[in-house]
């Protein structure tokens, strides 16, 4: 059963960075479509960025365009989000989520099959 664990998270000032990490410890995720989601305190969890499984072409919602990055590692273990820049309205709770059906990539919250258990992002002066 795959595992998503994430890390990074924390509290930083507004304008500062920070890198989250997902690992599934014992597994590849070279052929998982992967993705960040994140919710905020009496929000709907939204979508954040995504890469794909067949070609690592990533995409972002409007909100986080330029100034967070998704990546894998060279071994493709590790999933990456640099998130640079942060306002206040990125705090939230961010999770990683892997969709081992898919061919691409995809927003559809239902095809991930595996969510991690997230890590929490505050950002405050």
């Known amino acids: 059963q795959l595992r998503l664990v994430e890390s990074g998270g924390g509290l930083v000032q507004p304008g500062g960075s920070l890198r989250l990490s997902c690992a599934a410890p014992?597994?590849?995720?070279?052929?998982?479509?992967m993705g960040w989601f994140r919710q905020a305190p009496g929000k709907k969890r939204e979508r954040v960025s995504c890469?794909?499984?067949?070609?690592?072409?990533?995409h972002y919602a409007d909100s986080v365009k330029g100034r967070f990055t998704i990546s894998r590692d060279d071994a493709k273990t590790t999933v990456y989000l640099q998130m640079n820049s942060l306002k206040p309205e990125d705090t939230a709770t961010y999770y990683c989520?892997?969709?081992?059906?898919?061919?691409?990539?995809?927003?559809?919250?239902?095809?991930?099959?595996?969510w991690g258990q997230g890590t929490q992002v505050t950002v405050s002066s």
């Open positions: 014992g597994f590849n995720l070279e052929h998982y479509a």
């Open positions: 890469i794909s499984n067949t070609d690592d072409i990533t």
């Open positions: 989520a892997a969709a081992g059906h898919v061919q691409g990539w995809t927003w559809r919250e239902y095809e991930y099959d595996y």
